[in-house]
């Protein structure tokens, strides 16, 4: 079974930056989509971003152009770079191995001044 581990949350300021990090256990990661997701309070989980094995990827509206996925396969492990952070972007963000429909545990961001 797949264990992911998110790690890189914390509490940032409006215009800051976060990175995350999901790393993932399993020896066929490179073979998978990988996502990140958020879930904010009273509000259903969205999809932030997803990259498949091949390196494409896919963003949700409201991250188009400020948020970045990118995944190193030697090391097991999905990132997430957030830029221009928005205190609507507070959620627990969750990684997500798609392929397999494995979840994190997920990670708190807040964004406040």
């Known amino acids: 079974q797949v264990q992911l581990v998110e790690s890189g949350g914390g509490l940032v300021q409006p215009g800051g930056s976060l990175r995350l990090s999901c790393a993932a256990s399993?020896?066929?990661?490179?073979?998978?989509?990988m996502g990140w997701y958020r879930q904010a309070p009273g509000k259903e989980r969205e999809v932030v971003a997803v990259?498949?094995?091949?390196?494409?990827?896919h963003y949700g509206d409201s991250v188009k152009g400020r948020f970045t996925i990118w995944r190193d396969n030697a090391k097991n492990t999905v990132y997430l770079q957030m830029n221009s952070l928005k205190p609507e972007d507070t959620a627990v963000y969750y990684c997500?191995?798609?392929?397999?429909?494995?979840w994190g545990q997920g990670t708190q961001v807040t964004v406040s001044s």
């Open positions: 997500k191995d798609e392929t397999k429909d494995y």
């Open positions: 399993g020896s066929m990661f490179r073979l998978n989509a």
């Open positions: 990259i498949t094995s091949g390196g494409s990827t």
